[in-house]
């Protein structure tokens, strides 16, 4: 199952969850002190305010030079995941994104595999090359490489992911056969999902993938990103549908009295809605979005605000 436009047009609408990883870009001050009670809680709420799904980040380790900006937290994402399905029923289990170039293809199966077995089905696999240099090289791999080592990847999973129980795969990077796996993913495709806004990442999306996860690109960047995702799938004659995501600026449901920022989208639900339906207009088949909050009470609040009156006018 692929995440398109909602019946009505509307495009899908998902979260990156607090808590699971605190990059001082983005992380409110009270997720220092929160944990596994808060993330079910807030998963909880997103999944019963319509919420297409819940998606979590992916870093093993994080140097001490990155540590001041980027944290180090950052809970691992199929351990999170799995958490979380066995307290939600239906919404889709996104790790936005997994850098999976660290990791040995079959490693990777076996842990989302397992995933979407037990969750019936949620998974999305989202897949991103990664950028921080010491977490390839404590792990052994080639930082220089990992473009390349990602595209194989992919593929590599494709046959891990798919319906045979020994997937054989023969590359530069990766060679297996003959090694069998069970649980299968519940899935008959699991759907990959690229990450970035490289070209190169593109590209990669538009080649591989069955959606484009863009990363912090603007507004009057995506129809120009968009375009080439498209024109990129037609000169390779891809056929069948991608899903095209975006990530929203910050959203505030109705008149804030403490500073959100000036990136920060505020107002009434019809001008929220107003101002995001400009993504569906491009071409954007899902949105992420991130609230501003100063404690999960008033989060939650902002969820079940978006939910019950934001989205049911993004037609």
């Keep these: ?32 002190g929160a944990g596994a009670d808060d993330l079910v809680a807030i998963a909880r709420a997103v999944e019963d ?56 293809p079959l490693l990777t199966a076996k842990q989302y595999a397992t995933l979407d077995h037990l969750s019936g089905g949620r998974l ?30 992919v593929d590599a999973l494709r046959a891990a992911l798919g319906p045979d129980e020994f997937p054989t795969h023969h590359g530069k990077f990766y060679d297996f056969e003959g090694l069998g796996q069970r649980p299968r993913p519940a899935q008959q495709r699991v759907p990959v999902w690229v990450g970035g806004s490289s070209p190169a990442a593109v590209r990669r999306a538009a080649l591989k993938g069955d959606g484009w996860l863009p990363q912090g690109d603007p507004r009057d960047r995506l129809p120009a990103q968009i375009a080439r995702l498209r024109r990129l799938r037609e000169e390779a004659g891809i056929e069948g549908p991608i899903t095209v995501g ?21 107002g009434a639900p019809e001008a929220l809605a ?21 404690s999960r009470a008033e989060l939650i609040d902002q969820i079940q605000a978006f939910g019950a009156d934001v989205a049911p006018r993004l037609a």
Excluded: K, N
């Design 1 to 32: 199952m692929s995440i398109q436009d909602l019946p009505d047009g509307r495009p899908a609408y998902g979260i990156q969850l607090p808590v699971q990883s605190q990059s001082t870009i983005y992380a409110e001050s009270w997720e220092a």
């Design 49 to 104: 305010a319509g919420f297409a799904y819940l998606a979590v980040c992916d870093h093993v380790a994080i140097p001490r030079r990155l540590a001041p900006a980027m944290s180090t937290v950052w809970y691992d994402p199929v351990a999170t995941l799995a958490h979380l399905a066995a307290v939600t029923g239906r919404i889709r289990l996104l790790s936005h994104v997994a850098v999976v170039g660290l990791r040995h």
């Design 124 to 153: 999305i696999l989202g897949v991103g090359a990664g950028h921080v240099r010491e977490e390839f090289e404590v792990l052994g791999v080639d930082f220089g490489q990992r473009g390349a080592v990602l595209d194989e990847a």
């Design 246 to 266: 975006a990530i929203t600026e910050p959203l505030y449901v109705g008149t804030p009295d403490w500073a959100v920022g000036r990136r920060t989208l505020t």
């Design 274 to 294: 107003e101002s995001l339906r400009a993504y569906g207009e491009m071409g954007v088949h899902q949105i992420q979005v991130r609230f501003r909050s100063r």
